[in-house]
């Protein structure tokens, strides 16, 4: 309790309204299954903190410092204890993340409402999180698992895929997609010859992989990380002859599985949160040559930072007390479109008391529970290399 108290005390220092100095949370799994995927959003984040900071814009002149910590994804402690850190050391006025969503809910009951921070995920797409109780703290950039099973159910269909053996990461991500899209694909008629957890870090997969060859399918989805448990899945795979094709939901399709698997996966599809719009288009152009643009998440957490500063610009202050009721406000309109690069504009028209609808990179749209509606790019891996084939 105490440490609550302190943490409430140093954000209440720490979020004026005429700050010379925000700070920033990124609260990413930079160490764990996905710190291959956290390279990409963490610079996503930060072009979006160093495009408002340069500007002046931001109330009255305020500068903005990204502050980063370790959610590692898979330790609730770690994640816990590092958010803490973000708010009672580093005075944080508010959190972009956190990632992977066992860790992000357990940020969100523990940390975050007990503080009244602001959270917005670029990556945490759990099902469960949409029912969350948090006090009207919590949105996330990427859409629900909920909808991915849907999606990826019709993408296997229409490939004509009638059976699958899925295999899924034991962890709130892995359980809720596993069941999302089990559900979806054998309401189309699909069979699922088996669905089975598996750890992540074990040193041998062979009765995982064993069991999965067992059941048999046309292929094997693998719902789990491109550095961890997922990989040791599919090496297993090759390595047998169980299975040659798969299908990798978001958490596998990284620069990691490109690395790992390459040529030998070539014919494997799978799907990520991303669409062909103009923000899309936008946010490359800004990207530039830095780093991969499409490269996962990285565009959820540029529109993750960038609408946690618009919001403390439309509510004139960076207590998020107070700018979590401005959150929907930019994000969804009405008012002027804001695509990625346009930051300083936004911030223009909100000082002079304009209305914006932030688009972003990923048309950002909150539901009424601050889930994202979304879309998704297919994939497919072709010359070792993972292609964009389609958006739904």
Known sequence: MKKLLLASAAMAMATTATAEEIKLGVLLGFSGPIES?????????????????????????????????????????????????????????????????GVTGAVLANVARANGMVMISPSATSPALSEAEDDGLFFRTPPSDARQGVVMAQILMDKGVKSVAVTYTNNDYGKGLAESFQGAYEGLGGEVTISAAHEDDKADYSAEVGALASAGGDLLVVAGYAD?????????????????????????????????????VDGSGGQLPGSDSPGAAKFAEVVGDAWDAT????????????????????????????????????????????????????LEILAGGGEIDY??????????????????????????????????
């Open 37 to 101: 995927m956290a390279v990409a959003m963490g610079a996503g984040a930060e072009l979006a903190i160093k495009e408002v900071s340069d500007s002046g814009k931001l109330l009255d002149g305020s500068t903005v410092v990204p502050v980063r910590a370790d959610s590692t994804c898979i330790d609730s402690a770690a994640a816990t204890a590092a958010a803490e850190r973000l708010i009672t050391s580093d005075g944080v006025a508010g959190i972009m993340g956190a990632a992977c969503s």
């Open 228 to 264: 961890r448990g997922g990989a040791g899945i599919v090496q297993g795979a090759l390595d047998t002859g169980a299975f040659d094709t798969f299908h990798f939901p978001d958490g596998m399709v990284s620069d990691a599985t490109i690395g790992k698997f390459g040529a030998d």
């Open 295 to 346: 490269a996962i998440f990285s565009a959820e957490s540029y529109d993750a930072a960038a609408i946690l500063l618009l919001a403390m610009q439309a509510a004139g202050s960076a207590d998020p007390k107070v700018y979590k009721d401005k959150i929907m406000d930019v994000a969804n309109g009405p008012g002027e479109e804001i695509m990625p690069g346009e930051l300083g504009k936004a």
């Open 359 to 392: 688009v972003g990179a990923t048309s950002v749209e909150f539901l009424e529970n601050g889930d994202s509606a979304g879309s998704f790019r297919e994939v497919v891996m072709e010359g070792g290399k993972f292609e964009t084939v389609g958006y739904h």
